[in-house]
């Protein structure tokens, strides 16, 4: 049983540029969570996709985007990058429906760099 | 901004030793999770206590609740090098939705 993917691994990218990150959840799981985590800091909630709608989100410009696919897999998408950008970006899945346990699982994190 | 604290933010021990890390948080919850991180990478999940939840226990593992004083703390018995790592509690908001709200974590190292 795969757990949560996410690809790239890593990614570098210039100030200005554009990007798309992708997950795809644990088998099983209907509900997406995007994390940013700075160094030396713990995640900060982006926004989260459930029946391929935003159902919640943080504390993020509209340059983050997101997507929920039928299949249940999700992408990021940053516009007009910025050095602050620059993060481990994480993925986390968990089924909405099972409220018996809300543990979300997390994939390896994809790091981006803006140079 | 983030909710939660922990305390130490870095801790050194002995192999061996028990190793005690502390999260406080603000509002009130419906769960915290606590997860274990390794060099920048992917969160690994530990255990998750119920608002209604005072204790739980894991393998090495002890987690305890005190939603008057809205803290909680992680024990882990018996030290191994594996232990290693960054912890993160995590906190659910009392409406459910798994939102989940990190603090800065504690650094822990394990001394062989």
């Known amino acids: 049983d795969a757990g949560v993917t996410q690809s790239p691994t890593h990614l570098i990218k210039t100030r200005g540029q554009q990007v798309t990150l992708r997950c795809s959840p644990k088998?099983?799981?209907?509900?997406v969570s995007w994390y940013q985590q700075a160094l030396g800091q713990g995640p900060q909630f982006i926004f989260q996709?459930?029946?391929?709608?935003?159902?919640q989100r943080g504390n993020f410009p509209d340059r983050f985007s997101g997507h929920q696919f039928p299949n249940y897999s999700s992408e990021l998408n940053v516009n007009a990058l910025l050095l602050g950008d620059s993060a481990l970006y994480l993925c986390?899945?968990?089924?909405?429906?099972?409220?018996?346990?809300?543990?979300?699982?997390f994939g390896p994190g994809t790091r981006l760099t803006v140079l | 901004s983030q909710q939660g604290e922990e305390d130490p933010q870095a801790l050194s021990i002995q192999e061996g030793e028990n190793a005690t890390m502390n999260c406080s948080y603000k509002t009130s919850i419906n769960n915290l999770q606590w997860y274990r991180q390794n060099s920048g990478r992917g969160l690994v999940h530990l255990i998750l206590i119920r608002s209604n939840e005072r204790e739980k226990h894991s393998g090495r593992l002890r987690v305890t609740l005190d939603t008057s004083k809205k803290s909680s703390s992680l024990l882990i018995t018996a030290s191994r090098a594996a232990d290693t790592a960054s912890y993160f509690c995590?906190?659910?908001?009392?409406?459910?939705?798994?939102?989940?709200?990190f603090g800065q974590g504690t650094r822990l190292t394990i001394n062989p």
């Open positions: 986390a899945s968990s089924f909405v429906g099972d409220r018996s346990t809300d543990t979300q699982y």
């Open positions: 088998s099983g799981h209907d509900t």
């Open positions: 996709y459930y029946e391929e709608e935003e159902r």
């Open positions: 995590a906190t659910d908001g009392i409406q459910g939705a798994q939102k989940l709200v």
